[in-house]
């Protein structure tokens, strides 16, 4: 022991006159450590077959409550999404399933990899699947005054895809989709411009790196075949109703061709064809235009007027000589599509105010086409900005924009305008309209979890009192308030775009608003709230906000304003 105790301190005195050999040897020993532990990570663990993988493979157990330890990013653009690669780094390569009841061994970096190769198999095959549904066309002549493809066209200066403007114009029933300046989507039923090099082609698109989405004034233009054929078969356009013919049929509809054996899809394809947005189908004579003063499809009859059969089409009305059914095509009318900053600044501010969830957005998207006039807003969204909202960066004082968006309602804010139009939605339909864009985005929906989680009810405990005092405030603050109520902007559509666009101060044309009413939806429209299997209300929350709504009621009547529709009573 003692000779054992006289080498210890001949190595300490020694390495305390050479420290650097002291740190050198223990790195290497430290290393050679860390080598063996990794040695043993890898060693010894195989991949699991590709045909005994379960669907569900690198996923935990069901029920296992284990961390969440980040993403393993392998690769461009690949990024693992599974928890098992997070269990293995935690708590080593091995974990127990419940549903088997065996050790199933993963690999971290292996089990990985293999998914990564996977996941490119897929990506391969759902690419496989987007060339059988279009076809490549070749690059194109555009410009902004006579379009190649004269339908709709939407913009994603962010997350623009070749797969995802081809589905737009799919599901809108188009020929042709066509991609320009990598962010632009344009769809039409004929390409009406010259071809040129595929070298004047070159953007990437914005949401698709090593894509091609067009180029400068140049599109890359893909056929739609097999689902383009069948949207059109069964119901591209959308029925208008029966009108009576109009008193100047030329300058109403200036396109008629005589059909024999008349149907729905002739006449249809024929105005689309032609690019107008009405067909309107006459005994066996198809009508083409454009909603105009002269036939501005407001005063609709009674549907039996136009009961007379197709002669092509056993089970459809085709309408007669006297009363026209109309069908509006999926051309989209570009007469209110042109939109721009006020030419000179303006000397008044006029909010567009809201509760989040009333309908700010769509009501931002009439004005817009409305007047011509980019819209403003208090806050900052890029993903409004992308979608075409160009005055969302410009501050709110700029002057440049027709009004300016905002959802808040203390007295020195409200006092900061003007003048405001006051936009009010149900409170059942706004709470849970703002709840899906909170956790779902402009477009998207809530999760289920969120909706029987506690998120739910502390949300409606927290906005809806906000829902009342919103309104009360700018009633009380606001210098000239226009009160105009969601539902009553759906249901007609014309006269209240009216109000609102007089108390901008614009003069519009009727033809325009016309316009507006058949380009209504814009890139926000939510499809409808999600239908849930059980109403989120429960008997509390209805009591709590039937007690806000009649106060509400109670300050509009008190100001000689309407009350409340009684679409808001209790459900």
């Known amino acids: 022991m003692a000779k054992l105790w006289f080498k210890f301190q001949r190595c300490f005195r020694y390495f305390r006159r050479k420290p650097v050999r002291f740190f050198t040897l223990l790195a290497l020993y430290l290393t050679a450590g860390s080598l063996v532990f990794l040695h043993a990570g890898f060693v010894g663990q195989p991949a699991v077959p590709q045909d005994q993988a379960s669907p569900a493979a690198g996923s935990p157990a069901e029920g ?20 098992a690669s997070s269990i293995a780094r935690r708590y080593g390569p091995s974990f127990k399933g419940k549903e088997t009841g065996e050790k199933a061994k993963l690999s971290d970096y292996g089990g990985a990899w293999s998914r990564a190769l996977k996941g490119r198999a897929v ?3 759902e690419k496989e699947k987007e060339e059988e549904k279009a076809k490549y066309m070749g690059c194109y002549l555009d410009n902004t005054q006579s379009r190649a493809l004269r339908g709709v066209s939407f913009f994603d200066y962010k997350k623009m895809t070749v797969f995802r403007c081809q589905d737009n114009c799919v599901e809108r029933g188009y020929l042709y989709a066509g991609l320009e300046f990598g ?10 411009a010259a071809n040129v090099s595929e070298a004047e082609c070159d953007m990437d698109c914005k949401g698709e790196r090593g894509s091609v989405c067009g180029g400068v004034n140049r599109l890359s233009v893909y056929r739609l075949q097999l689902a383009q054929e069948s949207a059109r078969r069964y119901g591209s356009a959308v029925f208008r109703g029966c009108f009576r013919r109009p008193n100047n049929l030329s300058l109403a509809l200036p396109v008629t061709v005589a059909m024999p054996n008349m149907s729905v899809d002739r006449c249809v394809d024929l105005c689309t064809e032609k690019e107008y947005p009405l067909a309107a189908l006459a005994g066996t004579a198809c009508h083409c235009g454009f909603p105009t003063t002269r036939f501005p499809l407001h005063d609709r009859e009674d549907e039996q007027l136009c009961a007379q059969k197709c002669s092509a089409e056993e089970f459809e009305s085709c309408g007669n000589p006297s009363y026209f059914i109309v069908y509006q095509t999926q051309v989209q009318d570009n007469r209110c599509m042109d939109r721009r900053f006020l030419p000179a600044k303006s000397k008044k501010l006029i909010a567009l105010a809201s509760f989040p969830g009333a309908g700010n957005t769509w009501a931002r998207h009439l004005i817009e086409l409305a007047t011509g006039f980019y819209t403003g807003s208090y806050y900052f969204d890029g993903s409004l900005y992308n979608k075409g ?4 960066r410009d501050h709110w004082r700029s002057g440049r924009t027709i009004c300016i968006k905002t959802h808040e309602s203390g007295q020195k804010e409200i006092e900061a305008f003007d003048a405001a139009i006051l936009l009010i939605r149900n409170p059942y339909k706004a709470l849970m309209a703002e709840f899906n864009r909170k956790y779902g985005g402009h477009i998207g929906f809530a999760a289920h979890a969120h909706w029987k989680g506690k998120e739910w009810p502390e949300f409606v405990r927290n906005y809806a009192p906000w829902w009342a005092t919103h309104t009360l405030d700018w009633l009380k ?7 105009v109520h969601f539902e009553d902007l759906k249901q007609d559509l014309f006269a209240q775009l009216g109000r609102m666009v007089s108390l901008l101060g614009v003069v519009v044309r009727e033809d325009r608003l016309l316009c507006v009413e058949s380009q209504k939806d814009g890139n926000f429209k939510r499809s409808g709230l999600r239908k849930l299997e059980y109403d989120p209300y429960t008997a509390e929350m209805r009591r709590t906000i039937a007690a806000y709504i009649r106060m509400v009621d109670t300050a509009l009547r008190s100001r000689n304003l309407t009350g409340v529709p009684d679409a808001y009573g209790p459900r």
């Open 64 to 83: 296992a409550e284990l961390p969440f330890l980040g993403d393993l990013h392998l690769g461009r653009g690949f990024r693992d999404t599974g928890e």
């Open 123 to 125: 990506r391969e095959k």
């Open 183 to 192: 962010a632009e989507c344009y769809c039409g039923h004929k390409i009406q």
């Open 389 to 392: 909202f160009k005055g969302e």
């Open 477 to 483: 603050f606001g210098k000239t308030v226009l009160v």
